[in-house]
């Protein structure tokens, strides 16, 4: 039996994108395990697109199904679903600024009541073990004002994940980080992708794109191009992808 | 012409000013009840999803407050009732100090006193919350993990406003009654001290259902204008000063109509 894709967009054009885009639809699958990047130059609608495709934003045309069901009309309990099972974050994902590090990872799981299926205390400690997976060096007991931003997106991503979410979407990921504890983040990532985490994300790293991805979406605002491969996508011969791709940041790669 | 769209300009702006007044009303309404249906439908009374928020709310709104409202009780009791007795002690009978003391202090005084320390401290304190919440994205975070908003952070403070609005006016009132009797009792006649049996016993279903109702009113409203208020902050920190401003004259302006509308529908 095919396993049922957990984001699919048919011929999909987001409503939010800030310039005119004539170009070509979305049709896309993400399946579970699968990594998808959306690279592209600044001010291509990069962050439209992926919100859109996580079922944020509304479309200007097509359909999105998010686990088989469209989202134009979801009821409240579909919708509250897709949230949790699509977990975006972009690089400033706020935390509840009264909440210390460990109350704001437990919060959105007590409220969908994730505490019934197991005790509160053994969610306690399943997010003490996302938190000591992600970093052992977090401070949980501060106030998030008190808290550094790459720690806070840390917090945000464990508070996310113990939601057990099937796609996790990141617009941005790294840009709180430096390189050493971006590699580090990085690592952790592929260890969720590893027990079967679907990934969406949007980033500058070019490098980090090519080396994880199933699939790379190159936006621009002129078009939207898909590749199944990194070799698909070095071969590429369109102008503003060539461009792209030989520019000093992204030279390495080719 | 210019003379008739003057005309129509001054004539125009209370009927404009009035419908927005109107449609400003509607839009409470209906955020308020958007936010108890969303509530109602997820949660049980003793078993909510938000209870952590609704008992945070009733501890600052109703616990926190109580040394003020000691202090006002007391002020109001030695200013209000104190005075109450000693002037009608020249006029009138027992009976009338009694309906006097129920009238003013317990269902005018008390239930207002109340309503405006809850706008000063518990409305602006829901407003600044509220409105820095949205301004730095964390209502945005919480919507984008299917946190329902109304569940979550509207309906718990609606409902522990107004808990705690009943709870500081039956607290308030009984401070104020109680020292303002005291003080009678010592420096005038120490038979008033009947006045606590008397009032007691003259506080009939009638009047408790008149005070437990305008006092959840007043909560109920005062907590709604603040949450609107705070979750109308946009983009700019500037606006969360305005909107606690709005809040506060909104809040005392519907606290002023509502204690007129409901003094005459119980008294005519």
């Known amino acids: 039996m095919t396993q049922q894709p957990i984001i699919q967009c048919e011929n999909l054009i987001p409503r939010g994108l800030p310039f005119e885009y004539q170009g070509d639809a979305l049709n896309f699958k993400l399946n579970k395990g699968e990594v998808t990047c959306i690279i592209g130059p600044n001010y291509s609608g990069k962050g439209v697109w992926i919100r859109t495709i996580s079922g944020l934003e509304d479309q200007q045309s097509g359909k999105l199904s998010i686990n088989g069901i469209d989202t134009q009309n979801l009821s409240l309990e579909e919708w509250t679903h897709s949230r949790m099972k699509v977990a975006y974050l972009h690089e400033d994902t706020a935390l509840l600024s009264a909440a210390n590090g460990l109350i704001n990872v437990l919060a959105p799981a007590l409220y969908h009541q994730l505490d019934r299926s197991s005790k509160k205390t053994l969610l306690a400690e399943k997010a003490l073990e996302i938190l000591e997976d992600i970093d052992p060096d977090i401070n949980l007991d501060d106030l998030p004002a008190y808290i550094t931003k790459d720690h806070q997106y840390k917090i945000a991503i464990a508070r996310a994940l113990l939601l057990e979410p099937d796609v996790l979407v990141l617009n941005n990921p790294f840009a709180h980080f430096n390189s050493d504890s971006k590699h580090k983040f990085q690592a952790f990532l592929k260890k969720q992708i590893d027990k079967g985490l679907s990934i969406l994300l949007v980033t500058h790293d070019v490098h980090y794109a090519l080396d994880v991805s199933d699939k790379i979406i190159f936006a621009s605002q002129e078009n939207l191009l898909q590749f199944d491969s990194k070799q698909a996508l070095l071969n590429c011969n369109t102008p503003i992808v060539h461009e792209f791709m030989t520019r000093p940041e992204n030279q390495a790669i080719t | ?268």
């Open chain 2, 1 to 268: 012409m210019q003379a008739i769209e003057i005309a129509n300009t001054v004539t125009g702006w209370p009927g404009r000013k009035l419908i927005r007044q109107v449609l400003y009303v509607i839009n409470l309404m209906t955020f308020s009840t958007l936010a108890l249906r969303d509530w109602f439908s997820k949660n049980k009374i003793f078993d909510s999803r938000s209870y952590s928020t609704t008992v945070a709310q009733i501890i600052f709104t109703g616990v926190d407050a109580l040394a003020t409202i000691s202090f006002l009780g007391l002020a109001t009791g030695f200013i209000f009732t104190f005075r109450l007795i000693s002037i009608s002690n020249t006029y009138g009978g027992t009976e009338d100090i009694t309906n006097l003391l129920i009238t003013v202090i317990c269902l005018s005084a008390g239930p207002f006193l109340a309503a405006i320390i809850i706008i000063s401290r518990t409305g602006s304190a829901i407003v600044v919350d509220l409105g820095n919440m949205k301004l730095h994205g964390e209502i945005e975070a919480l919507e984008n993990m299917g946190i329902n908003i109304n569940d979550y952070l509207v309906a718990p403070r609606i409902i522990s406003t107004a808990i705690s609005q009943l709870a500081i006016t039956v607290y308030f009132t009984v401070i104020a009654l109680l020292s303002g009797i005291l003080l009678s009792a010592i420096f005038i006649n120490p038979t008033y001290i009947n006045f606590i049996f008397k009032i007691s016993n003259s506080f009939t279903p009638y009047l408790i259902s008149i005070f437990v109702t305008k006092n959840i009113i007043f909560g109920f409203v005062i907590a709604t204008v603040a949450c609107y208020n705070g979750l109308r902050v946009q983009n700019s920190a500037t606006e969360v000063p305005q909107r606690t401003t709005a809040s506060i004259v909104q809040s005392l302006s519907f606290v002023f109509v509502i204690d007129a509308l409901l003094t005459l529908a119980i008294f005519y």
